[in-house]
Structures are given as C-alpha cells and as structure tokens.
Nanobody, 128 residues
Framework: QVQLVESGGGLVQAGESLRLSCAASGSRWSIQLMGWFRQAPGKAREGVACLSTYYGAPTYYIDSVKGRFSISRDSARNTVYLQMDRLTADDTAAYYC????????????????????WGQGTQVTVSS
C-alpha cells in the first residue's frame, strides 16, 4: 500500500514563493510517476507538473506554470517537491500529490491515465 502526505501549503502574497513536499511510503515500484495537481473552488482538478523515474521520460508542466514552477524528486527520501515561484492569485487552490506507474508524464498530468494514489491535499492561498 502507498501513502502520500503533502505539506508546505500556506498563505502568501502575490509574487512570493512556496515549496510543497510530498512524502511517499510503500512500494517504490508503484509510484514510478508522480505529479502535482490542483483544484480551485468551482473548477475541475488539473495536473500542474509530473515527472517519471523512467529513463529519458520528459517532465510535464501545464502551460500556466512553465517558467515559474519546478518539480523535483529526492529518491533517497522518496519525496517529490514542487517549487512555486512568482505566485499569483490564479494559483490559489488545494494542491494534491498523486502517483501511479506504467504511463507517461503527459498522460498522468492530463488525467488520461488516472492516478492510483492520491494525497490528502494542502491548501495554497495567494493574496493579491
């Protein structure tokens, strides 16, 4: 069984930064792809950034965060991070970590392939 636990959310001013963490426990083979998703009130959940441990697999970012957000993975700690810079009010949402295997980063982030595991979420609020 895999558990994902997010942390690092909070309230910040526009233009500031936050780093989210997702600590994974359980089978590493089940979480070869991991990603960050977000859901704002009244909106559908969307994939923000996804990465893979598969050799040569590209990292995927949604267009609205390219150049501002960066996803990374510490394999030794089995933790995925989302560094969020130059935050705007539009980034306000509940952020979720998710994982699965045997798909692509694009398929995971666009939810063409449903994640097998979800975290409980962490709230990010950006005041303008």
């Amino acid at each position: 069984q895999v558990q994902l636990v997010e942390s690092g959310g909070g309230l910040v001013q526009a233009g500031e930064s936050l780093r989210l963490s997702c600590a994974a426990s359980g089978s590493r083979w089940s979480i070869q792809l991991m990603g960050w998703f977000r859901q704002a009130p009244g909106k559908a959940r969307e994939g923000v950034a996804c990465l893979s441990t598969y050799y040569g697999a590209p990292t995927y970012y949604i267009d609205s965060v390219k150049g501002r957000f960066s996803i990374s993975r510490d394999s030794a700690r089995n933790t995925v991070y989302l560094q969020m810079d130059r935050l705007t009010a539009d980034d306000t949402a509940a952020y979720y970590c998710a994982a699965r295997r045997f798909t692509t980063t694009q398929a995971l982030c666009t939810l063409s392939s449903d994640p097998n595991y979800w975290g409980q979420g962490t709230q990010v609020t950006v005041s303008s």
